[in-house]
């Protein structure tokens, strides 16, 4: 969304989005004020001068995550069965990646995300290799194994995040549910809330990093990985170079749409390669990912046709652009 200026005589720049989707006018004012907190959350952090990036992402995305406003951690959707999957993921400019997917019971998965991708960096004794995405349960156990806030049970696990707003949704939408999915779109209920939370920032060296974090859409299926915790997809980080300037994206919309089109990276790396401007990279990285789900059409992505099982392919990325030259 923007170009930093002079990153080596501040501290840095930090930017972040509160998800995709429908957000009451009424709202609107208590939205704009928790993203004013996980801004000054980061921005805390790269002032300290010497903190990992990672940190500085998890510490916005915590913000977010504790705001019952967002669609992740304590205020996300319900699954099909009534239940909290969250997904998160966290990218440092160097390549360093972390991500936990349909985790449930962790306070604050992008917490968890930025950990696992520090011990990534970390040797395993009898040269095993770190993992950098884990899943389900045992993400919960491994998160609760680390220190970090989580249930001890899957009982208690089952329970956390839930609300009574949360549960009064979900009821509401499983009434509308119809027996066929030949359900009219007029007819569907509209979520206020589709996706992913995000963080991009960038330190006073010019350093890149990125994250996510997501209850997903409301009544997935259990067990259904986001964007948020895929690699590419969510987020992506390449710091610049001596030859070229860097990029981070953080993504929400449509996971399965922007899952097909890789689209964190594909922006990033559009935009890094010369010859467009960071918003034309944007503009054309969404439309190439739209068009893998509904190739075949000329209409615009607000009026696409429902296409491989997507009724409303839209997506909405939050990049910045770093030229050190």
């Keep these: 969304m923007s170009r930093s200026q002079n990153l080596r005589e501040n501290w840095g720049f930090v930017a972040v989005h509160g998800g995709a989707g429908r957000h009451a006018?009424?709202?609107?004012?208590?939205?704009?004020?928790?993203?004013?907190?996980?801004?000054?959350?980061?921005?805390?952090?790269?002032?300290?001068?010497?903190?990992?990036?990672?940190?500085?992402?998890?510490?916005?995305?915590?913000?977010?995550?504790?705001?019952?406003?967002?669609?992740?951690?304590?205020?996300?959707?319900?699954?099909?069965?009534?239940?909290?999957?969250?997904?998160?993921?966290?990218?440092?400019?160097?390549?360093?990646?972390g991500a936990v997917g349909t985790v449930p019971g962790v306070r604050n998965p992008g917490l968890a995300a930025c950990l696992l991708a520090q011990q990534t960096m970390q040797p395993l004794a009898a040269g095993r290799v770190r993992p950098m995405f884990l899943a389900g349960d045992g993400a919960r156990r491994w998160a609760l194994q680390q220190g970090l806030e989580a249930a001890a049970t899957q009982q208690e696990a089952s329970q956390m995040h839930i609300t009574a707003k949360s549960e009064r949704q979900h009821a509401q939408w499983m009434r509308l549910i119809e027996p066929t999915p030949s359900?009219?779109?007029?007819?569907?209920?509209?979520?206020?809330?589709?996706?992913?939370?995000?963080?991009?920032?960038?330190?006073?060296?010019g350093n890149l990093a990125s994250g996510v974090s997501s209850g997903g859409i409301a009544l997935k299926v259990p067990g259904r990985v986001g964007e948020a915790a895929m690699f590419a997809c969510g987020c992506w980080a390449q710091n610049p170079?001596?030859?070229?300037?860097?990029?981070?994206?953080?993504?929400?919309?449509?996971?399965?749409?922007?899952?097909?089109?890789q689209l964190a990276k594909?922006?990033?790396?559009?935009?890094?390669?010369?010859?467009?401007?960071?918003?034309?990279?944007?503009?054309?990285?969404?439309?190439?990912?739209?068009?893998?789900?509904?190739?075949?059409?000329?209409?615009?992505?607000?009026?696409?046709?429902?296409?491989?099982?997507?009724?409303?392919?839209?997506?909405?990325?939050?990049?910045?652009?770093h030229c050190p030259f």
């Design 241 to 261: 170079c001596s030859t070229r300037s860097g990029a981070a994206c953080s993504t929400s919309g449509v996971g399965e749409v922007i899952m097909r089109g």
């Design 25 to 97: 006018v009424s709202l609107e004012k208590a939205h704009k004020q928790g993203l004013a907190r996980a801004c000054k959350a980061a921005a805390s952090i790269l002032q300290s001068g010497n903190a990992d990036l990672l940190e500085a992402v998890a510490a916005a995305l915590k913000v977010m995550e504790d705001d019952r406003l967002t669609n992740a951690g304590a205020g996300s959707n319900l699954n099909l069965e009534g239940q909290v999957e969250c997904d998160a993921s966290v990218m440092r400019g160097d390549g360093v990646f």
């Design 183 to 205: 359900q009219e779109a007029a007819k569907r209920p509209r979520p206020e809330l589709w996706d992913t939370v995000g963080c991009v920032c960038c330190d006073a060296a």
């Design 266 to 321: 594909d922006c990033c790396q559009r935009a890094v390669a010369g010859g467009l401007e960071l918003d034309a990279a944007c503009a054309a990285s969404i439309k190439s990912t739209v068009d893998q789900v509904s190739p075949c059409t000329t209409l615009p992505a607000s009026r696409l046709p429902l296409s491989r099982g997507h009724q409303d392919p839209k997506a909405l990325m939050l990049c910045m652009q």
